[in-house]
């Protein structure tokens, strides 16, 4: 049974920082790609960041990209979703994902395994 666990949300100010990391358990996680999303109230739950099981390749949301970066330590199981130049818009439960095998993915409905979230708020 595979198991995600997300840490590291907040409360932060826009243009502050936040490092979320997701510790996965289960089955190995070096041979599957793994994904950021996140969810604001009454929206749908949408892409941020995407990583292949090599941490080779990567690929963001627009909305993010330059601004976060996705990274992979594949000897303690974690990957992690390093934030900056935080906007009020951010704001939302980060989830992570991990997908079937180990190329990169932006669907929802391509990932096999969910976290439970993390929330994180950004004030303006």
């Known amino acids: 049974q595979v198991l995600l666990v997300e840490s590291g949300g907040g409360l932060v100010q826009a243009g502050g920082s936040l490092r979320l990391s997701c510790a996965a358990s289960g089955r190995t996680f070096s041979s599957y790609a793994m994904g950021w999303f996140r969810q604001a109230p009454g929206k749908d739950r949408e892409f941020v960041a995407t990583?292949?099981?090599?941490?080779?390749?990567?690929y963001y949301a627009d909305s993010v990209e330059g601004r976060y970066t996705i990274s992979r330590d594949n000897a303690k199981n974690t990957v992690y979703l390093q934030m900056y130049s935080l906007k009020p818009e951010d704001t939302g439960v980060y989830y992570c994902?991990?997908?079937?095998?180990?190329?990169?993915?932006?669907?929802?409905?391509?990932?096999?395994?969910w976290g439970q979230g993390t929330q994180v708020t950004v004030s303006s």
């Open positions: 994902a991990q997908g079937p095998d180990r190329y990169i993915r932006q669907r929802p409905y391509q990932y096999d395994y």
């Open positions: 990583i292949s099981a090599s941490g080779g390749s990567t």
